[in-house]
């Protein structure tokens, strides 16, 4: 059973940057890893994804430029380097596995519990 663990959400101003982490139990590089968002009423949205060693990544148009995903293998550790944030940004923003290690940007196989991420103009 792979458990993902994400922290580092928390309040902060339009315009500055926050990193968020999931630590992940199991056999990381075995998955493709990513991250997505569900805001208040709204659905959840893909906001980035990477491949087994993070060489192939992908994002969402609206965070495109300003997010960037990365992992550490060895740390068994997934990031999210967020900048230039948005109030649009607030969100609950999960970690997400996929049952491949080549690039995935839909249907995760396991999820974290989420961090809140809340973004003050």
């Known amino acids: 059973q792979v458990q993902l663990v994400e922290s580092g959400g928390g309040p902060v101003q339009a315009g500055g940057s926050l990193r968020l982490s999931c630590t992940v139990s199991g056999r990381f590089s075995d998955y493709a890893m990513g991250w997505w968002r569900q805001g208040s009423g709204s659905e959840r949205e893909f906001v980035a994804s990477l491949n087994w060693n993070g060489d192939d990544t992908e994002y969402a148009r609206s965070v495109k430029g300003r997010f960037t995903v990365s992992r550490d293998n060895a740390k068994n550790t997934l990031y999210l380097q967020m900048n230039s944030v948005k109030p649009e940004d607030t969100a609950v923003y999960y970690c997400?596995?996929?049952?491949?290690?080549?690039?995935?940007?839909?249907?995760?196989?396991?999820w974290g519990q989420g961090t809140h991420v809340a973004v003050s103009s």
């Open positions: 997400a596995a996929y049952r491949s290690i080549g690039l995935v940007c839909a249907n995760p196989y396991y």
